[in-house]
């Protein structure tokens, strides 16, 4: 059966699927425990391949459809190759990806039509941290501007109010945003 919804809103986002994982999983909250899982090699100077392949989930190993690459470097004013995105940059790609997935899919949930949506993000560093030239400065971020182009059958109220919900629900949003405990081992 076709609710006017789905004819009507269509952001490619099927809500009514997230809503029955919502309701199994607070029926079953051990199978909401997942873990993610990226594996990275050095390749050469500060070039670095990362795979993303497997995770486990609903109690048991995940795989992604396909293996998923990422090259990783520094950019040439580091006098680096330049064989990928900086990892700074992949943060900001994370949280641009995790934002821009959680619009569409409250706006789908909220009945509200998308036509685009565009996020820029910037993220301030001194890099006189990273370099060791002063221990006062921190090594990450002194900030991140997101700023989002959003054009849709809503308000801009409504619009505020996607963007709102976003980040209160963004995984990634939330790894940024708060102290995350990470453990570094030798094997």
């Known amino acids: 059966m076709t609710t006017t919804t789905e004819a009507s809103v269509n952001n490619g986002v099927n809500v009514e699927a997230l809503l029955e994982a919502k309701a199994a999983l607070t029926e079953a909250p051990e199978a909401a425990k997942f873990i993610w899982r990226a594996n990275c090699k050095w390749v ?33 004013v580091f006098a680096s190759e330049d064989n990928g995105a900086a990892p700074i940059e992949y943060v900001l790609v994370g949280l641009a990806s995790c934002l821009t997935a959680g619009i569409a899919a409250i706006a789908q949930h909220r009945e509200i039509q998308l036509r685009s949506v565009s996020a820029t993000l910037e993220g301030g560093m001194d890099i006189q941290g990273i370099l060791g030239i002063d221990s006062d400065v921190r090594n990450g971020f002194d900030g991140i501007k997101v700023t989002y182009d959003i054009d849709a059958d809503a308000s801009r ?17 939330d790894i940024v945003a708060n102290p995350t405990n990470i453990t570094v081992e030798i094997k």
């Open 44 to 76: 050469n100077g500060t070039h670095s391949n990362s795979v993303v392949k497997s995770f486990f989930g609903l109690g048991e190993e995940q795989n992604h459809r396909t293996e998923f690459t990422f090259d990783a470097d520094h950019p040439e």
């Open 157 to 173: 109220t409504d619009i505020e109010a996607l963007v709102a919900q976003s980040q209160k629900r963004s995984a990634v949003f």
